[in-house]
C-alpha cells in the first residue's frame, strides 16, 4: 500500500513514469489491470498491474503500431499505421474480460490524424488480459461518429459500449454483441445537445451512475453526474458534480470495492509535448443524501480507503 499524490505522474515499481492516460481498470485474478494510452514511439496502449492500486507493475503494450491484425471489420480502411507510415491515434481504451469466449477485448476510440474526423472505435483480442492484442480494425457504430467512450459490464455478462456521437452533442449507448466484438443495439441516445464527453459509469447500491465531463479538449471543466436503476431503463437529469474544474480533472473510470467507489481522472498537460506531463487524480465518491459527491483530497491510499481503512 501507499499514498499516492494527486497530479503528479507516478511512477511504476521500476521507476519509470506511468503512461495510462485517459485510462481503464480491470479487476481480473486478484490482480488490477491497468490500461491506458501512451503515447511515445510506436506504441499505442499499456498495461499495468498491481494488487494494491498503488505499486504497479508494467506488463506489456497490449497494441502497437506492429501489432498483429485479422480484419473483422471488412470496411476496415484504416490500419495501425496511416498511408504516410505514421501513427494513427488510440483513445480512451478499455478492456473486458468475456466468460463465453475467455477472451479479453479491447475497445478504443481511433482517429487518423488529429482532426477527429474519423470518430470511430477500434476492437482487439487476447487469450489474457495482458498479452499481445491482435487488432481487428475499426467501424463507426450503425454508421454513427463515436469519440470519447467507456464500457460497462454487468455481472451477468451483458456488457454497454457508450460514446460521444454527432460530433459530441449526444451521449449513446449500445448493448454488445455476446462475444463483446460488435454492437447488439442501440439502447439509449443521452443528453441530446449536451455535449457530454469522458463518460464513465458505476453500480452502487443496486443503481448506476454515470459521471462525464463537457466538450473543453484538453482543459477541464464542470463534472455532471446522471443515475438510473438500470443500464436501459430512464437516466436522470444531469447535476453537477466536483467544482468548474472537476478538481482539476476529466474522467477516466469508477472503481467500486466493498461498497466504497474512487473517481480516477486525467489531468491532461495539453497538446504536443505538453500531453506528456498529463496527470492522474484519484477521489472518493461518496453517496451523500440521495445523491453523488466527489471529495477533493491532494493525495490518498486508494486501497486502504477501499477497504475503509483509510482517512481522507
Ligand atoms: C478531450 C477528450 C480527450 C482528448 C482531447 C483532445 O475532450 O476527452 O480524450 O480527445 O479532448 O483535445
Known amino acids: 500500500m501507499g499514498i499516492l ?48 492500486l498503488t505499486d504497479w507493475e508494467f506488463r ?27 501513427k494513427i491515434n488510440l483513445e480512451r481504451p478499455k478492456v473486458l ?15 487518423n490524424g488529429m482532426d477527429y474526423h474519423e470518430a470511430a472505435v477500434g476492437i482487439a483480442e487476447c487469450d489474457s488480459p495482458d498479452g499481445d492484442f491482435v487488432y481487428y480494425g475499426h467501424f463507426n457504430p450503425y454508421g ?25 452533442a449526444d451521449l449513446h449507448m449500445y448493448r454488445l454483441t455476446d462475444d463483446y466484438k460488435n454492437v447488439k443495439k442501440l439502447v439509449h441516445k443521452l443528453y441530446q445537445g449536451e455535449y457530454r464527453e469522458a463518460p464513465a459509469v458505476v453500480k452502487y447500491n443496486g443503481m448506476y451512475h454515470m ?30 458534480i466536483g467544482d468548474s474544474t472537476t478538481y482539476q480533472s476529466q474522467p477516466a473510470f469508477l472503481i467500486e470495492r466493498n461498497g466504497r467507489m474512487l473517481y480516477y481522472g486525467d489531468r491532461w498537460g495539453g497538446d504536443g509535448e505538453k500531453y506528456f506531463a498529463s496527470s492522474y487524480v484519484i477521489y472518493p465518491l461518496e453517496w451523500e443524501n440521495g445523491k453523488l459527491t466527489l471529495k477533493f483530497v491532494n493525495e490518498i491510499d486508494p486501497m486502504a480507503y477501499l477497504n475503509r481503512e483509510g482517512k481522507i
Open 5 to 52: 499524490k494527486n497530479g503528479e505522474l507516478w511512477k511504476d515499481v521500476n521507476g519509470e513514469p506511468i503512461h495510462a492516460h485517459g485510462g481503464w481498470m480491470l479487476y481480473y485474478n486478484g490482480y488490477y489491470y491497468w490500461y491506458g494510452e501512451d503515447r511515445r514511439e510506436n506504441y499505442y496502449v499499456s498495461c499495468y498491474r498491481s494488487k494494491n
Open 60 to 86: 506489456n503494450h497490449i497494441i502497437t503500431t506492429e501489432s498483429k491484425m485479422e480484419g473483422y471489420y471488412v470496411r476496415t480502411t484504416l490500419m495501425l499505421r496511416n498511408k504516410n507510415g505514421g
Open 97 to 111: 474480460y468475456n466468460k463465453k469466449t475467455k477472451k479479453f477485448v479491447l475497445w478504443v476510440h481511433v482517429e
Open 144 to 168: 454513427y461518429m463515436s469519440r470519447d467512450c467507456t464500457l460497462f459490464q454487468e455481472e451477468d455478462g451483458t456488457a454497454y459500449f457508450i460514446s460521444a456521437a454527432r460530433d459530441n
Open 211 to 240: 459521471l462525464t465531463s463537457f466538450c473543453t479538449g484538453w482543459a477541464p471543466n464542470q463534472g455532471k453526474y446522471a443515475c438510473a436503476d438500470s443500464m436501459e431503463g430512464e437516466w436522470s437529469d444531469l447535476s453537477e
